[in-house]
């Protein structure tokens, strides 16, 4: 794939691939896209238990094994979900007792840290000046792709020191340590981006793909831009928080693509419809 591949980028499913990848595949076609990047959070809907779990898994990795066949570009970005899978340790939602299942089958995937998609980088939270001052070593300068490289080197070591770092998270989630590029919120993201660098990210739930100026000490914005694409996530009472949209990628061209462009069901009733015919009857009780 070059940097002028059509990219079309996916926010955090969780649970939903039954749902999402049939209009993942509608863009795909409408849009011309050669490359599909998700920004991760696979797993660990609300109330979701190890039948949707398994279900969810096993459907996205068929899509993604027959897409790839078929010559579309995949890539997949670990979220901080499905970390807690991979360090085996509780998390928000987490499945203990599958932590070994899906650990393996987003690692036999080519799950990543980080890709690049035209000049951005993609992560799950986003990469903060002060995490990547702390826990980088980048020459002055450094482009996405050397940025990527760092933090996948990080998932690559396999150990859980390295992992750890990545999922550090701040007090915007709740934590005392650096916001890492698994947890970072939008606002501590938004605060403290590292400079020069366009970002796209999912976690932060948005109501549509938000596009941000990063400002500059004194205010001004600069050329570079941050992007939030989380609109596929729901509330703990399963209602639909942001439209479905997803972000198109064309060099360091971006825009939102929505369902009506598509000539898709709004998402928010379709999520609905969907939940209450496929899911519900199966949700335990817990997150």
């Known amino acids: 794939m070059t940097a002028e591949t059509k990219t079309l980028v996916v926010g955090d499913m969780h649970c939903k691939e039954e749902l999402v990848l049939p209009r993942v595949d509608a ?7 050669g490359r599909v990047v998700f920004c991760g959070d696979y797993v660990d809907e609300w109330r979701s238990n190890a039948l949707t779990m398994r279900d969810a898994l096993d459907f ?9 066949a078929q010559g579309l570009g995949v890539d997949l970005v670990l979220g901080n979900h499905d970390a807690q899978y991979l360090l085996h340790e509780p998390g928000p939602g987490t499945h203990a007792a599958l932590y070994d299942e899906v650990a393996e089958a987003l690692l036999a995937l080519g799950v990543r840290a980080a890709v690049t998609v035209g000049t951005s980088l993609v992560t799950h939270a986003g990469v903060t ?4 001052n702390d826990c980088l070593d980048l020459p002055e300068g450094a482009d ?3 940025i990527a490289g760092q933090l996948n080197a990080l998932l690559d070591h396999g150990v859980k020191i390295s992992l750890r770092m990545l999922a550090t998270a701040g007090p915007g989630r709740g934590g005392y340590e650096l ?28 109501e549509s793909v938000d ?13 570079c831009h941050l992007v939030f694409c989380d ?9 639909p928080l942001g439209d479905g949209s997803m972000l198109l990628v064309e060099g360091r061209s971006v825009r939102a693509v929505g369902g009506e462009e598509l000539g898709l069901e709004p998402w928010g009733p379709s999520a609905r419809d969907w939940m209450e015919t496929f899911v519900l009857p199966f949700l335990g009780e817990g997150v």
């Open 211 to 223: 596009l941000w100026q990063v400002p500059t000490e004194d205010g001004l914005h600069t050329s």
């Open 144 to 146: 996405a792709g050397e």
């Open 60 to 68: 996205f990795g068929d899509w993604v094994r027959t897409r790839r």
């Open 129 to 132: 000046r002060a995490w990547a």
């Open 231 to 239: 609109t596929l996530s729901l509330r703990r009472d399963l209602a």
């Open 27 to 33: 863009a795909v076609e409408a849009l011309g896209a």
């Open 179 to 206: 916001p890492g590029p698994l947890w970072a919120d939008q606002g501590e993201l938004a605060f403290d981006a590292l400079p020069g660098l366009d970002q796209i990210v999912g976690h932060t739930p948005v």
